[in-house]
């Protein structure tokens, strides 16, 4: 009994010392366990984000891709020249980036700084909205596509799933181009139609000054006539006053003349002396004086028909 109550007591102490090495070791190993979760969740945070990070690295490449194609696509209808300068861009992008030069680590982002400014702010805006339309119709599709229960099919391979992808770009972009195309060409012949409305508001605007033009000068020449029939009635009324005034001169002449005579008689019959008779000398006075009144009435008449020939031909000169 005494040593089967040493051996239990010994097994019990045994126990007992490997219950407390068990409960240190557990300790021990409890920080340890801890460390591990700790650096697997953060490894694996970290190979998250740098799945994330890759993800959108590749997606803003395709994006970029995607982008030039349309900026060269565009290019190449419009401006040809500027084309091939992108192209040569490009290509010397592409291999400083396989030369590791410095600056030119990503391929992306120094062909997207390089292409920008050759190209210009104007291409690039353009060639953004072109790329923007283009992915929300494609949205569009696929969004209408889903409504309707359309099933894609499975893709077999990557490289002829690419394939197709690109060609369903390339033939959104070619009718995009020719959408625009179309545009720029209606625009064009509005404005063609602009120009000719130009023109012909302008020819009828010169039809209308030379028609009016004319008939100022109608008016001209209508006045003219008049006043030259009203010149020549003036000189009608002179030349009848002028004859007038002449048998006036006349009468007064004969009734001179025949004073003359039969004062001429009563001096014969009463016998005069010699030298020159009064009614001789009063006959020559009135003579003279009926010529000079001739002479007078004549330049009378004769003057104002030369001051309006005068005005006349100045009239003339100025049509």
């Known amino acids: 009994q005494q040593q ?19 409960s240190s070791s557990s300790s021990s190993s409890a ?24 993800r959108d690295a590749k997606k803003a490449k395709e994006q970029f891709l995607m982008f030039t194609r349309v900026l060269m696509k565009y290019l190449e209808q419009k401006d040809p020249a500027m084309h091939a ?12 980036n396989k030369k590791k030069e410095q600056g ?29 339309h283009f992915q929300e119709m494609q949205k569009r599709k696929k969004a209408a596509a889903a409504a309707g ?5 499975p893709s077999h391979g990557s490289s002829s799933s690419s394939s197709s992808r690109h060609a369903q770009q390339q033939a959104a972009i070619q009718k995009q181009l020719a959408e625009q195309k179309d545009k720029e060409r209606r625009a064009k012949y509005r404005l063609e139609q602009i120009e000719a409305q130009k023109k012909d508001i302008h020819n009828k605007s010169e039809e209308r000054k030379r028609a009016s033009q004319k008939l100022h000068l109608q008016q001209q020449q209508q006045q003219k ?5 009203k010149l020549k009635q003036q000189q009608q009324q002179a030349a009848a006053k002028l004859t007038a005034i002449k048998e006036s001169n006349a009468q007064q002449m004969a009734k001179i003349k025949a004073q003359h005579g039969q004062k001429a008689r009563t001096g014969s019959a009463g016998g005069g002396g010699g030298g020159v008779p009064p009614h001789q000398t009063d006959k020559s006075k009135r003579q003279k004086s ?21 005005q006349q031909q100045q009239q003339l000169a100025d049509v």
């Open 4 to 22: 089967h109550s040493h051996h239990s007591s010994s097994s019990h102490h045994r126990s007992a010392s490997q219950q407390q090495q068990q």
């Open 149 to 153: 229960g359309a099933q894609q099919q």
């Open 31 to 54: 920080p340890s366990s801890a460390a591990l979760v700790n650096s697997s969740a953060n490894n694996a945070a970290n190979a998250s984000r740098m799945q994330l990070m890759e």
């Open 225 to 229: 006539q008049q006043q030259q029939v």
């Open 85 to 96: 300068r992108s192209k040569q861009v490009i290509r010397e992008c592409a291999e400083r």
């Open 290 to 310: 009926t010529s000079s009144s001739n002479a007078a009435a004549d330049a009378r008449i004769k003057s104002p028909s030369a001051q309006q020939q005068q």
């Open 104 to 132: 030119f680590e990503s391929v992306t982002q120094s062909m997207k700084k390089r292409l920008r400014e050759t190209v210009g702010e104007q291409y690039w805006k353009r060639a953004e909205s072109y790329l923007t």
